[in-house]
C-alpha cells in the first residue's frame, strides 16, 4: 500500500493512511487487490475517520473482482470507476494476478499475449481517492514517481503540476495507463506487418492459420475492452456536467479544467479504438488479398494448363488418324508420310500458339 497526501506545499509518501485529512490539499490511497481484499475492514474504518462515509458493500465486490469490465457507478458521497488498463504484464505478481482472475492466455503475436488487462477500481471522495490496482501495477508507480519528483521542485512549479482534486489525480492515472497502450503501437503494428507481409509473398506458404486466427479474436477482445472503456468515461462526463453550481470563480474553472481532462482522455481511448480497429481491418484486408492472389496464381495455372491441352489435342487428333487400323489411308505407305504428318502437328502447333498468344491467353500477370 502506498498512500501520499498532496498539497500546495508538494507530495509527501508515509507506510500508513493518515488519521485525519491535511488542512489543505487530499489524501491517495493506493493500494494492490490482494491488499485490498486482505485489509479492506480496516480501509473502511479509514475512510470512515477521513470522509464520514464507508464504501457501499456491492462497490467493495466491485474493487475486489478482478474480471470486472470497465463502468462508471455513483451515490451522493462518492463515484466509483472501474477501468480496465491495457498493459504490458511482464511481471510475475501481474501475471500471478492475471491467473487468479481466470482469463484466458492471448494467441496471436507475443504482443498480443503479453497484454495484460486487468481492472483497476477507483473510488473518488471529496478529499481521497481510493484506487485498488493490480499487484505491482506499472501505472501506479510511474505516476507516484512523477508526483514525488514535482514535489522535489519549487513549490511554485508543484503546485501548478499537482493534481487539484481527487478526481483529477484519477484522470491522470487513467491517462497515462491509455498512453501506455498508445506506447506500444509501434511493436505491435510491425508484428502484423510481418504476417501481412508472408500473407502477400506469393512464394512463401503462409500455414500459421491458428495464430492469425487468434490474433484477430484477441484484436476483437481489445475492440470490446476500449467501448467499455470509452463508455464508462463518457457516463463519468455526463456525471460531472450535472454537478450543482459552483460557489466561486475558481472552483468553477476546478470543474472546467476536469471536463476537460476528461474529454482528452477520452480522445486517448478512441485513439486506442481506432488503431485496434485499423489493425483488425489490415489483418482482414491481407487475408483477402492473399485468398485473391492464391485464386488469382491459380486461375493463370488453370488458364496456362487449358491452353496447352488445346494446342494438343490437335496433335493427338492427327496421330489419332494416322493410328487408325485400316489397310489404306493416305501417305502410311508412302516414305514421306511420317515427316508430313510431323509437319502438319509441328505448323499445328504453332499456329495455336501464336493464336492463344495473340489472345494473351499465355500472357503472364503483372506483379
Not at 470543474?255 to 481506432?274: A, N, Q
Amino acid at each position: 500500500m502506498r498512500v501520499f497526501t498532496i498539497g500546495p506545499a508538494g507530495v509527501s509518501e508515509s507506510a500508513a493512511p493518515p488519521a485525519q485529512l491535511p488542512a489543505q490539499g487530499h489524501v491517495w490511497i493506493a493500494c494492490s487487490r490482494p491488499e485490498f481484499e486482505a485489509g479492506w475492514p480496516q480501509l473502511q474504518a479509514t475512510l470512515q475517520a477521513l470522509c464520514g462515509l464507508q464504501l457501499v458493500d456491492l462497490h467493495v465486490s466491485d474493487l475486489l473482482n478482478a474480471q470486472l469490465p470497465s463502468h462508471f457507478d455513483y451515490t451522493s458521497q462518492y463515484d466509483l470507476l472501474v477501468f480496465r488498463r491495457l498493459a504490458t504484464g511482464n511481471g510475475r505478481a501481474e501475471g500471478a494476478d492475471t491467473a487468479r482472475a481466470g482469463t484466458a492466455r492471448r494467441g496471436g503475436p507475443p504482443i498480443l499475449r503479453h497484454i495484460d488487462t486487468s481492472p483497476v477500481g477507483f473510488a473518488v471522495f471529496e478529499r481521497v481517492l481510493l484506487s485498488v490496482h493490480p499487484a505491482d501495477c506499472a501505472a501506479r508507480d510511474a505516476y507516484a514517481t512523477r508526483l514525488l519528483q514535482a514535489s522535489s521542485t519549487e513549490v511554485r512549479t508543484a503546485s501548478s503540476r499537482l493534481p487539484a482534486s481527487p478526481a483529477d489525480l484519477m484522470l491522470r492515472v487513467i491517462n497515462q495507463m491509455v498512453d501506455g497502450f498508445l506506447d506500444l503501437r509501434r511493436e505491435l503494428t510491425r508484428q502484423l506487418d510481418h504476417w501481412q507481409t508472408e500473407l502477400l509473398n506469393p512464394r512463401t506458404r503462409f500455414s500459421n492459420w491458428a495464430a492469425l486466427l487468434d490474433a484477430r479474436l484477441s484484436l476483437h477482445q481489445l475492440d470490446e475492452i476500449c467501448e467499455d472503456q470509452r463508455s464508462a468515461i463518457q457516463d463519468w462526463i455526463e456525471t460531472v456536467k450535472t454537478w450543482p453550481e459552483m460557489q466561486t470563480p475558481a472552483m468553477e474553472r476546478e470543474r472546467d479544467l476536469l471536463l476537460v481532462r476528461s474529454r482528452d482522455v477520452l480522445e486517448h481511448i478512441e485513439r486506442v479504438v481506432h488503431h485496434v480497429r485499423r489493425l483488425e481491418q489490415s489483418v482482414e484486408t491481407a487475408v483477402q488479398i492473399h485468398f485473391n492472389a492464391q485464386s488469382n496464381r491459380t486461375n493463370d495455372i488453370m488458364r496456362t494448363l487449358t491452353v496447352l491441352t488445346a494446342i494438343f489435342l490437335p496433335l493427338n487428333l492427327i496421330a489419332g488418324i494416322f493410328g487408325m487400323n485400316f489397310d489404306v489411308i493416305p501417305l502410311i505407305h508412302e516414305d514421306s508420310g511420317f515427316w508430313w504428318a510431323m509437319a502438319s502437328m509441328g505448323l499445328t502447333a504453332v499456329a495455336l500458339a501464336l493464336l492463344f498468344w495473340r489472345k494473351r491467353y499465355l500472357e503472364r500477370s503483372g506483379r
